[in-house]
């Protein structure tokens, strides 16, 4: 082909016919465009490459977001169960990463994701975060919920947590030296004003985690807790009416740690729980489901470890799935509340 041939391709439609094809081009978290200014969307996807914040394993989950892009171009489609196509109905980015110049520095980086995620709530645009460690949950929520916080009018969020883990362990001052760490958030949070735990359900606890009286921190602040053997006996359907029933009206942060999932599900997270059953990813699924029609100002996704991830990338591809879940919750609440969705 010559020069004057290659010319006469229409090369901005032959861009526009590859768009649908997720090995095609470069990649951002669900196809979607890059813009990493806070007012340039109504949600944004945002990468937390951070993993300084519990030491006590292992340290891989800054990869966590380049392993989600890389993956998450394959699913950018509608929402089956509930009949819209999120991409349609809300401007939806990829916000980039946070710059976390001094990453190995848990509590200055946990100051720097804090400040960075503001500048989004101040604009009102509503947060996906994909990282990291769960140390990165502590410093969303105070961006986006509690006091002086536009996202909900100063009131702190109820939080539906999924975990293997409580994540409050207030009796401890560090953990490994870190005070804001990935053991801590769901405690300072609470007692700090960003969370009401009595309108929180700490959701997949496992039985065989830590010592007899593990969970008493968390009841201590007010959170219910739901362990597996709960869900076991009762099934998700009943767990999650539980769950909605407790949030109420309250406005709502989740946080997934991938670690919940069964590790058939999620082999490759940072603290793997073997021996007792976990979540499988289809429940998990309906109770995030099971959510839609609350005000969900944001939600993150955490503990993904690519380097230790089966060979077809499932715990990746179902981090995934769940930031797919938490987009199409906020874009359905969002577009139902728009003037001409409303009765006249």
Same mark, same amino acid.
Not at 202 to 220: D, F, K, L
């Given at each position: 082909?010559?020069?004057?041939?290659?010319?006469?391709?229409?090369?901005?439609?032959?861009?526009?016919?590859?768009?649908?094809?997720?090995?095609?081009?470069?990649?951002?978290?669900?196809?979607?465009?890059?813009?990493?200014?806070? $007012?340039?969307?109504?949600? *944004? %996807?945002? =990468?937390?490459?951070?993993?300084?914040?519990? &030491?006590?394993?292992?340290?891989?989950? +800054?990869?966590?977001?380049?392993?989600?892009?890389?993956?998450?171009?394959?699913?950018?489609?509608?929402?089956?169960?509930?009949?819209?196509?999120?991409?349609?109905?809300?401007?939806?980015?990829?916000?980039?990463?946070?710059?976390?110049?001094?990453?190995?520095?848990?509590?200055?980086?946990?100051?720097?994701?804090?400040?960075?995620?503001?500048?989004?709530?101040?604009?009102?645009?509503?947060?996906?975060?994909?990282?990291?460690?769960?140390?990165?949950? $502590?410093?969303?929520?105070? *961006? %986006?919920? =509690?006091?002086?916080?536009?996202?909900?009018? &100063?009131?702190?969020?109820?939080?539906? +947590?999924?975990?293997?883990?409580?994540?409050?362990?207030?009796?401890?001052?560090?953990?490994?030296?870190?005070?804001?760490?990935?053991?801590?958030?769901?405690?300072?949070?609470?007692?700090?004003?960003?969370?009401?735990?009595?309108?929180?359900?700490?959701?997949?606890?496992?039985?065989?985690?830590?010592?007899?009286?593990?969970?008493?921190?968390?009841?201590?602040?007010?959170?219910?807790?739901?362990?597996?053997?709960?869900?076991?006996?009762?099934?998700?359907?009943?767990?999650?009416?539980? %769950?909605?029933?407790?949030?109420?009206?309250?406005?709502?942060?989740?946080?997934?740690?991938?670690?919940?999932?069964?590790?058939?599900?999620?082999?490759?997270?940072?603290?793997?729980?073997?021996?007792?059953?976990?979540?499988?990813?289809?429940?998990?699924?309906?109770?995030?489901?099971?959510?839609?029609?609350?005000?969900?100002?944001?939600?993150?996704?955490?503990?993904?470890?690519?380097?230790?991830?089966?060979?077809?990338?499932?715990?990746?591809?179902?981090?995934?799935?769940?930031?797919?879940?938490?987009?199409?919750?906020?874009?359905?609440?969002?577009?139902?509340?728009?003037?001409?969705?409303?009765?006249?």
């Amino acid at each position: 082909m010559s020069l004057t041939e290659a010319d006469t391709v229409d090369w901005a439609a032959a861009r526009k016919e590859m768009e649908r094809w997720y090995w095609w081009g470069i990649p951002t978290f669900f196809r979607a465009p890059w813009d990493e200014e806070p $007012g340039g969307s109504e949600i *944004a %996807v945002l =990468g937390v490459p951070h993993s300084s914040g519990n &030491g006590s394993t292992e340290r891989d989950q +800054h990869l966590g977001p380049r392993a989600v892009r890389h993956v998450s171009a394959l699913y950018r489609r509608g929402h089956g169960r509930f009949g819209f196509v999120p991409w349609d109905v809300c401007k939806i980015v990829d916000a980039g990463d946070v710059p976390l110049p001094e990453a190995m520095v848990n509590d200055t980086s946990v100051r720097h994701i804090e400040l960075y995620a503001k500048r989004f709530a101040a604009a009102g645009t509503r947060l996906v975060s994909i990282g990291g460690d769960h140390s990165i949950t $502590g410093p969303l929520l105070k *961006a %986006v919920a =509690g006091p002086g916080s536009p996202m909900t009018d &100063g009131k702190p969020v109820a939080l539906v +947590h999924f975990d293997s883990h409580t994540d409050s362990y207030h009796h401890l001052p560090h953990w490994l030296g870190n005070r804001r760490s990935a053991a801590h958030w769901s405690s300072y949070t609470a007692t700090e004003g960003n969370v009401d735990p009595t309108r929180s359900s700490q959701i997949g606890i496992r039985p065989n985690v830590g010592t007899p009286g593990s969970r008493n921190t968390s009841e201590e602040l007010g959170y219910r807790v739901i362990g597996m053997d709960e869900i076991e006996r009762d099934g998700w359907e009943k767990v999650a009416s539980q %769950v909605r029933d407790r949030v109420g009206d309250a406005p709502v942060y989740v946080t997934f740690d991938l670690d919940v999932l069964d590790p058939a599900d999620g082999p490759g997270v940072s603290n793997i729980e073997p021996g007792y059953p976990g979540l499988r990813i289809g429940d998990a699924v309906r109770i995030l489901q099971s959510l839609r029609g609350l005000n969900i100002v944001g939600g993150d996704i955490v503990c993904l470890m690519p380097t230790k991830d089966s060979p077809n990338q499932i715990t990746a591809m179902n981090a995934m799935v769940v930031a797919f879940e938490m987009i199409c919750l906020m874009a359905d609440r969002m577009r139902t509340d728009k003037p001409e969705h409303k009765p006249a």
